[in-house]
């Protein structure tokens, strides 16, 4: 990598995605490289520094990923540095097209795109509920993949795959609100006040502000689908209006906010 400082902007729902960043942090601090974690939903996308090598993670969501994942990616600032930008994805079993499109927009904005990889981890979006032994397996093969990833991006193995169709309607689609728009006609909240303790866990864990605290949580219309609140709920109190959902939790909720 050209530029020794990397900054590694990431968004993780239920923390799959944060070990996969803390493995990454962990294998480039042993190489001296200096890694700033930066959590996206927190950041401002026009302060990039375009001197530094941009690392970019988050889970996969309906083959794509959250809208407000995406506008942060569609808003990266434009670049005639050629800045060094690689991406990791964690997700339960295929990421779409995701990585290729992605590709497409980071060149045209002028980076330089030098490594992506999509990383399996246990599915957050579980109705079956699985042995833990089961989870931690999963995590340990992903761990090791993105030690693995690591190394290729230091030492010059990685890649980035393009698409064959750089301005296809896969491309477009995916760029939309539409995956997402799909989804939550089958994963609207609802609350259980009978359980609720009204302890504020979920308002103080939603990326996007979508949860009003009133008397009870209140859910606006800005949800994305990304399961925090549901799966740190210490109660149990939120509910997928139409499935029973298995809370799934990687770190404490502690470590996401
Ligand atoms: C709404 C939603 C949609 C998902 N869609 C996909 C998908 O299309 N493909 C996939 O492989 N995994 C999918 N998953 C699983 C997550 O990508 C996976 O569990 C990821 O590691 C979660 O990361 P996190 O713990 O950092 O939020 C989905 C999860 C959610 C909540
Ligand atoms: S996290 Fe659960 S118990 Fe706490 S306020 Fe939200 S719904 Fe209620
Ligand atoms: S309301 Fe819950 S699922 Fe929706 S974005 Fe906020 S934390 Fe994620």
Redesign the pocket.
């Known amino acids: 990598m050209k530029s020794n400082k990397v900054d590694f902007y990431y968004f993780s ?1 239920t923390g799959n995605t944060f070990l996969v960043v803390r493995e990454i942090k962990s294998f480039f601090e042993e190489n001296r490289y200096q890694v700033n974690l930066i959590k996206l939903e927190k950041a401002d996308p026009a302060q990039v520094n375009l001197e530094h090598t941009i690392g970019l993670a988050f889970p996969i969501a309906a083959f794509s990923t959250y809208p407000f994942v995406w506008n942060f990616l569609k808003s990266l600032p434009l670049t005639d540095k050629s800045t060094e930008i690689f991406m990791v994805t964690t997700m339960a079993g295929s990421s779409g097209f995701i990585i290729p499109a992605l590709n497409h927009l980071l060149r045209k904005k002028g980076y330089d795109p030098f490594g992506a990889k999509g990383i399996i981890m246990p599915n957050n979006l579980n109705f079956r509920n699985l042995p833990l032994a089961r989870y931690s397996r999963i995590v340990e093969k992903g761990l090791v993949q993105a030690r693995k990833f690591a190394h290729d991006l230091l030492f010059g193995f990685s890649h980035w795959k393009k698409s064959p169709f750089p301005a296809s309607q896969i491309n477009k689609f995916l760029q939309t609100e539409k995956p997402w728009q799909f989804m939550q006609k089958f994963l609207g ?1 609802s609350i259980d006040t009978g359980k609720c303790i009204k302890c504020g866990l ?1 308002y103080r ?4 502000e ?2 009003l605290m009133e008397y009870f949580p209140e ?1 606006q219309q ?9 799966s740190f709920c210490p109660t149990e109190a ?1 509910h997928l209006r139409k499935r029973k959902l298995h809370p799934y939790q990687a770190v404490k909720a502690e470590e996401l906010i």
């Not at 864990?205 to 996007?208: A, D, G, M, S, Y």
């Not at 800005?222 to 549901?230: A, G």
């Open positions: 729902g909240m979920c864990l939603c990326p996007v979508n949860i859910f800005q949800c994305q689908s990304c399961m925090r609140c549901i939120i």
